[in-house]
């Protein structure tokens, strides 16, 4: 991502273990979470471990641990410490493993972390004395490089499906804070890199990490965007050359980038636009064209990426990237025809609602990559062999990418939940398509839908979240189905207990069949789309 970059100097004093020889290695235990690299544990190894039989969790003191959100309401830079450290302590063999509550790190920008023991202190250490850092997901990554035929070398990292098959690629592209060589800061800067295979896909993904930033305006750089072009015709060979090894599934390959990385995402997707299957765009940088200036200089630049699903996020006064490159590339794709691509714009009261101030709203991907709805959407995608997206294979004609009607849901369930062939004549008054006449008696029979007065169905409509909460509900309680006496409410910022969907919402995230689009959000006037209901069908499934 381009990092909202803040410095200090630091003077950080090495600290003293007496008795160092008792103390053989440290091991920090990261993982990648909202902020950045995180760290959870650490394992302590000492030679001999009955001196410290009665360690407790007490003995331990950490500061410089906070949950790695810099800035507060006014703008300043803060480092506000944990109070409890979330201490625990657990010992095998002769490791000391002691689990915290995970922090920024190696700290913050005030201070590192430090970790004393009075006790013992040949057991107190810091950053300095870490000997070896292992990262979740992170060190799966495998780190190479490939040389194209225009010469252009890519330094890159590389996460294998586990699988033999030929599988789906993510593409990540960072942003203009990760330029450099060290092979790493382009994987633990935010979730970018991790989040396709944490949230549960089987995918390859690949992170190339380029050397130097791009400028603001490339699009009328005519010494830097040759470059840009360059190392995406090297990208391209690499993709191809995975492909050709039988890695990848070439109808599945898919893009997403922030920042630097979102704007690199357009130009790559309109430089090469049958490559990819859908994209994930966010917090683009001005690579289309002038965003002070009128739209149709985008359409010039997007129209071969038309067909192209894209979801667009952005916040809309980040101060880092203008969001009108957003707003006018997504005007330009739906004036010239596009159906399948999204604009999420965040507003201040949201970002400021998730501690995303001043500088930090450019972090508008933490929202993004918490969006697991957006991610099963895109991991739906698949292109047909002809390079168009498939159109389904039966006439109820359920797109991944798109919002779903009535009628597609009745089929869906119909077949899905196995309901039974009735005698029951169509029992509404409007019309509705002839392959989906006998799904809306059959799902209205058994009161799983009802129609919306009048006598009507509406096959046609879309179906929000809200509605398809109640949907799920009326599932539920046909398979008699009922919430753990001791399972607490489930808290939404945008859907209260005086909503007319509240019970509803409430039971269907219980039963793990629905789930917030992101941390305190439900999103209940947002359309059902063909992916999700997918996702929905299988939860509804495995249901006992």
Known sequence: MLALTMSLSVIWPGISRAEEAQVTQIQANTFVGDPGEMVESFDITVTDVEKYKNLKASDFEITGNYDGYPLNAAGEIVQNNYEDDGITLTIKDRTIHMAVKPFKYPGGLKSEFAVTNKTYPELSFDQNNIDQVKTRTVDEFEHASFTASNGV?????????????????????????????????????????????????????????????YSFKIYDNAEQLPIMEAYFKAQYELIQKLVAEGEVDP???????????????????????????????????????????????????????VDVPIWIMHAENDPTTDSRTSSLAYQALTEMGAKQVHLELYDDAFMDSHRFYGGLKHWSWVPAFNNKEVIASLFNLHKGKTGDQD?????????????????????????????????????????????????????????????????????????????????????????????????AAIVFDDINSKHWAYTAVQNSVRAGVLTGVIKGQFNPNHSVTGAQLEQIIDQLKQLK
Do not use: C
């Open 251 to 305: 109808d599945r390959i898919y893009l997403s980038g922030v920042s630097s990385g979102g704007g690199g995402a357009f130009r790559f997707l309109t430089q090469y636009p049958d490559l990819f299957a859908g994209a994930i765009i966010v917090a683009a940088k001005d690579t289309i064209a002038d965003y002070t200036g009128s739209v149709d200089a985008f359409k010039q630049e997007l129209k071969g990426i």
């Open 153 to 213: 070398t890519l330094s890159y990292n590389l996460k294998r499906s586990p699988s033999k098959e030929a599988k789906p690629l993510m593409v990540w592209l960072h942003g203009g804070g990760e330029v450099g060589t060290d092979g790493r800061n382009h994987l633990t800067a935010n979730r970018g890199a991790v989040v396709w295979t944490e949230s549960g896909y089987d995918t390859s993904v690949l992170a190339v990490q380029y050397p130097e930033n």
């Open 391 to 487: 159109q389904g294979s039966s006439d109820d004609g359920v797109q991944p990418s798109e919002p779903v009607t009535r009628a597609q849901i009745a089929v869906v369930l119909a077949d899905a939940l196995q309901l039974p062939e009735g005698t029951e004549d169509y029992p509404y008054a409007d019309d509705a398509p002839e392959w989906a006449v006998k799904a809306i008696t059959k799902v209205t029979k058994a009161g799983l839908m009802k129609g919306i007065g009048n006598e009507t169905f509406a096959p046609e409509n879309e179906v929000t979240r809200a509605q398809m909460a109640v949907i799920v509900d009326h599932i539920l309680s046909s398979k008699a189905w009922v919430p753990d006496d001791d399972s």
